[in-house]
């Protein structure tokens, strides 16, 4: 049977005796409920007064709206709906903790669950729903793009609580009240409720800024929208649960990192649906889905409140507070591990020495007590060598074993793909990546230099918050406090309790000795690219810049670098990363022309240029570190540089 008539059959299958309209002939309840709240019909009036109006037509397009993205759950469309996730997912096992399953539904009998998700896939509509179904947790509605509502397939997801929403609503207030609105109902009647907190799947493989609009309405309802106390215990509330996805692998990361090299995103159609439903049909390994620690909206809005965080301020670190939880639930996955090894030898290796690259990893990965996907061993050899034939069979790895032992590499043009899996689990290496660099920092202190009050760790904290600040739009740390107790817990792992006595030369010693070096596994792929944008900035002098000629001259710059190797690796040469980095660059800004501007934005473009020379002192050092472990018997190891004779 083909893709195309599976699909069909299984959506046909799905549907209503009777389809009609797109809605059952009944509206769902929270539509009949709207449409007679003495609430929202005076909020449609006020509308119509301040758009100057008749109120007939805002109701006419309000309840447009409201017929639009209104889902209802049918018993017979959700079971055939179940059944063709489970024919889309075909290419993994599920794997979910049973136990924290467990008491998440204990809290589904008393709450409504808002459900936060990280997003790298279009399976993931069809993982968590399907997830909680079969566990009998109450209905769940869950937000997706209007794009995705296709002829049939749309009918159908809307009966099994998909509700289609479009995404540029800027210049459509009536659309925006009707969702709020929309929303609160929802709440007030208790309804589960799940959206992406990226509002889109990752291009990178980690975690996108947070997009605020279905948090803000939330935040809202359980504000009470200024009628009486907001935080009374009459105001309605949910529980938010973060819900982290991960893939051993994914059929549509190379399509992604195509779009980062330029290419035109494919449009969501039955054509485009059929070939991804095609691609299911060889083994990927597994899916993991891991629940996150739950916590009271309104309590925490009040919590904010009571801090004199309110408004916009208060959503955001809502919104980051759902982003950390997401990322400490994350597992990592051998894939990763495996791709972070070989994206940072960026060369052939053994099964023995990827194994001596991974031991560190895995080491400090116990060492953080961060979950491992599936509770696998990495540092066993049959694991790892599963991972290399996976990754070899998918095409991002080639193999060669005509010579004496069988050796791996990334493949070619392949370097993005392998790049997604390594950033799967990257958050949990930043840290510890800046902590390396501060270490070089003191090291790298002249005899008799004049240091703050602090001292040489003084020096070292600077150096770590300035890395944080040059950063913080391509990762989420905490708050700057937040930050400082995590550097001290990485340092401890490295110094011992001895973190308060630091001179260069103890500096360096640590430095040299340390395992893993992460700075240039982690940190100079963004680094990098980051410099090929300052570099075409600083260009244009004092000039104005064309933020998309800005992109494009990037990406053209950035691919002779890469065939220069003048940054390190393919990676660098994403769209997306010089995004982000254009994104600091405005914060900076850099981006509007004028007098003096050409001295700020050729600043930027050298403090990147020392930041990826430091990253590359790590690199050279955890590259002698290598040679010292990899020697055969009786070799004389190469000495390892002191860093502060590698400044120019």
Known sequence: MT??????????????????????????????????????????????????????????????????????????????????????????????????MQELRRLDRSHSLALAFSHRSYLDGMVIPNALSSRRFSPTYTFGGANLNLPVIGTVASRTGLIFIRRATQEIPVYRLALRSYIRQMVTNKRNLAWSIEGGRTRTGKLRPPVHGILKYLTDTVQGDGDGDPFGPDAPDVQVVPLSVVYDQLHEVSLMTEEARGANKTPEDWRWLVRFARLQRNRMGRAYLSVGEPFSLRERMAELAAEGVTGHQAVER??????????????????????????????????????????????????????????ADLRDRSTVRRALADLTRSGVLTAYDRGTEPVWKIGDDQHLVAAFYRNTVIHILVERAIGELALLTVSE?????????????????EEAKRMRDLLKFEFFFPSRAGFEDDLRTELRLLVGEGVNEMTPVKARELLVGA????????????????????????????????????????????????????????????????????????????????????????AFAAELREAVRRVNIIGEIAGETTTVVHSHPGSRPHPVPDPRQERT
């Open 318 to 375: 809502v919104a980051l507070d759902i982003s950390h939880r997401l990322n400490r639930a994350t597992p990592v996955t051998t894939t990763a591990i495996i791709s972070l090894a070989l994206l940072g030898a960026d060369r052939a290796l053994t099964v023995d020495e990827v194994l001596d690259t991974v031991e560190p990893l895995a080491a400090y990965v116990d060492a953080r007590q961060w979950p491992v996907a599936g509770a």
């Open 3 to 100: 893709a195309v008539r599976r699909v069909r059959d299984l959506a046909r299958a799905a549907l209503p005796r009777s389809v009609g309209e797109r809605l059952p002939a009944a509206p769902p309840q929270e539509v009949t409920e709207l449409l007679h709240d003495k609430r929202f019909q005076r909020a449609v009036a006020a509308a119509a007064d301040e758009q100057g109006r008749p109120e007939d037509e805002v109701w006419s397009e309000v309840k447009g709206y409201l017929h639009e993205m209104a889902a209802a759950h049918d018993d017979r469309t959700a079971q055939g709906w179940a059944r063709l996730g489970d024919w889309f997912l075909r290419a993994y096992d599920v794997l979910v903790d049973e136990d924290d």
């Open 515 to 602: 395992r893993p070096h992460l700075a240039h596994l982690v940190l100079r792929p963004f680094l990098d690219a980051y410099l090929v944008v300052a570099d075409r900035l600083a260009d244009r002098g004092d000039g104005p810049v064309d933020e998309a000629d800005l992109l494009a001259d990037s990406l053209a710059v950035g691919q002779q670098w890469a065939l220069q190797r003048r940054v390190a690796s393919e990676e660098s040469i994403s769209l997306e990363l010089f995004r982000t980095a254009l994104a600091l660059a405005r914060h900076k800004g850099l981006l509007e022309g004028g007098e003096g501007v050409g001295s700020a934005r050729e």
């Open 445 to 461: 202190l002249e005899p008799g230099a004049e240091l703050p009050p602090g001292g040489e760790l003084q020096v070292g904290w």
